[in-house]
């Protein structure tokens, strides 16, 4: 008995699993003035430091059409997003939250310009929050649907604040 297999129970799937997700997104306040709703995604690499708790690394970019532009515009935000989440269930729903930094850059774009830039690009620290369901569609993958805020509180530059809908899968190996 000493030398006993671990139990079934015991033995869990990789630590580090990857992610991504869509999203949709409307800006808010004064960073978002003079801007449609965008559509955009995001991709990251997570590690559970133990079961419910984990961080992630990631790179999201979310595209807000100008509105009343001489020219077709889009503004542009996208960065690095480093988040912590916590998971929970309560009355047996499973859910996430998440809270973390973004360092982001928005920047203007003309279609016109094939995509190009106007390199009026500035890069802005914001914080994100957000909840969500963790819904497991096999033993190692996960849809996670949600709604995240992304604000820009510290006064420079830098992306759009915005409220968004996403929905995104997770996959451990």
């Known amino acids: 008995l000493a030398c006993a297999a671990p139990a079934e129970a015991q033995l869990r799937a990789s630590a580090l699993s990857v992610g991504g997700r869509a999203l949709a997104a409307q ?16 991709v990251d690499l ?5 079961p419910g708790l984990a961080v992630y690394l990631g790179f999201s970019r979310t595209v807000f059409p100008v509105e009343d532009a001489a ?4 503004r542009v935000d996208s960065g690095v997003d480093l988040w912590v989440t916590t998971a929970r269930s309560f009355g047996g729903v499973p859910l996430w939250f998440r809270g973390g930094l973004v360092v982001h850059e928005a920047e203007t774009h003309l279609a016109s310009d094939d995509g190009g830039g106007l390199d009026d690009g500035e890069s802005g620290v914001g914080l994100e929050s957000g909840l969500g369901a963790a ?22 530059p830098g992306g759009v ?13």
Do not use: I
């Not at 800006?27 to 559509?39: Q, S």
């Not at 997570?46 to 133990?50: A, S």
């Not at 819904?135 to 420079?156: F, I, K, M, S, W």
């Open 27 to 42: 800006p808010v306040g004064d960073r978002g003035e003079g801007l449609g709703a965008g559509t955009g995604f995001g």
């Open 71 to 74: 020219a077709e515009a889009d």
């Open 161 to 173: 604040t915005h409220l968004r809908a996403e929905v995104g899968v997770r996959v451990r190996p």
């Open 135 to 156: 819904l497991r569609l096999g033993p190692n993958v996960q849809l996670l649907p949600g709604v995240v805020y992304t604000a820009y509180p510290l006064g420079d």
């Open 46 to 50: 997570g590690y559970e430091l133990r």
